[in-house]
DNA sequence: AACGCCGCCTGATCGC
DNA sequence: TGCGATCAGGCGGCGT
């Protein structure tokens, strides 16, 4: 499932494949996902503008249009599960799950999202964004802001560091992950986490998204497709399994730990699935 | 008010 | 072999 690191994959793909393309259409299939809710309203906001740059929020993705006569216009997509979002030659044919389909113009290319499990979301209204906790790979996020987000909490670690409000963009692999890098019991209660531990999850949970970033970034997303233009994570055969081959825990468990050779655990915690390494993680 | 928990969804996998 | 039950989970909303 897309976090922060896919979506920033996604993200760097999608942009020089929109940006100053200009909008002819839109069609709303899964009105479900969709704020407005209808194809007209969603079209009279974007028909007729560009698009000016695709920016990341969390999870999220800013679509920046501006219209002719400079009114700007924003759409804020998230992916849930099973979203995908992909730029789709002429002549291809839509995907089982379309929900919302965007002319690009006259040369039939269509920007396309489509969700099989149906928990995206592809809004003009970008309240959600605004509640969420600082960027974890920007300055703003210090020790100090984990320390502080993390102080008088009795609520598990990785449970707490779900919470988007906190710090945007950790989802559940790399929450296990980040854990296990610091070396932390995922089931420590927040308030219980000492100084220099703080200190090391802060970073763990650096490095675990931003090496997922550059390894991801190295996959050719649009090579599959034979050809230019389709653009998402999970495009590729296989793409996901690269994710995946990359994590210490997340899914591994009873698979010996590859520091210490344990085998990995899998507990539950607030109704999903946590992974440790019961000789690593205190 | 913080926190737990349900509902939304469908495809993959499991068990009989 | 076939089919129903279970599981996966981000997040909004609701209840305590």
Do not use: W
Not at 78 to 85: E, I
Not at 256 to 279: D, K, Y
């Amino acid at each position: 499932m897309p976090e922060l690191p896919e979506v920033e994959v996604l993200r760097r793909h999608l942009e020089p494949a929109l940006v100053s393309r200009r909008i002819t259409s839109v069609d709303v299939l899964l009105p479900k996902l969709v704020r407005p809710q209808t194809a007209a309203e969603l079209s009279r906001a974007m028909v007729g503008s560009r698009f000016e740059s695709v920016g990341r929020r969390g999870k999220y993705l800013l679509f920046q249009m501006r219209q002719a006569d400079g009114q700007g216009v924003q759409v804020v997509g998230h992916l849930g599960m099973t979203g995908r979002m992909v730029r789709l030659p002429a002549g291809v044919p839509l995907p089982r799950h379309a929900a919302v389909v965007i002319g690009l113009g006259e040369d039939g290319d269509r920007f396309v999202f489509e969700d099989v499990r149906r928990f995206g979301r592809f809004n003009l209204e970008t309240g959600p964004v605004e509640a969420l906790g600082p960027e974890p790979l920007e300055e703003a996020f210090t020790a100090a802001v984990l320390a502080a987000a993390l102080a008088g909490s009795t609520q598990a670690v990785k449970v707490r560091l779900l919470d988007q409000s906190m710090v945007s963009g950790v989802g559940n692999i790399y929450a296990s992950e980040a854990l296990f890098r610091a070396g932390l019991s995922p089931r420590r209660a927040s308030r219980r986490v000492k100084r220099a531990e703080v200190i090391r999850l802060h970073q763990a949970i650096r490095e675990v998204l931003q090496e997922a970033i550059h390894e991801g970034s190295t996959l050719p997303l649009d090579s599959a497709a034979g050809g230019e233009g389709l653009f998402y994570y999970g495009a590729v055969e296989g793409a996901s399994d690269f994710y995946q081959e990359r994590l210490r825990v997340y899914d591994r468990a009873g698979r010996p730990c590859v520091a210490c050779g344990t085998p990995i655990q899998r507990i539950v915690q607030a109704a999903r699935s946590t992974f440790l390494c019961p000789g690593c993680q205190r």
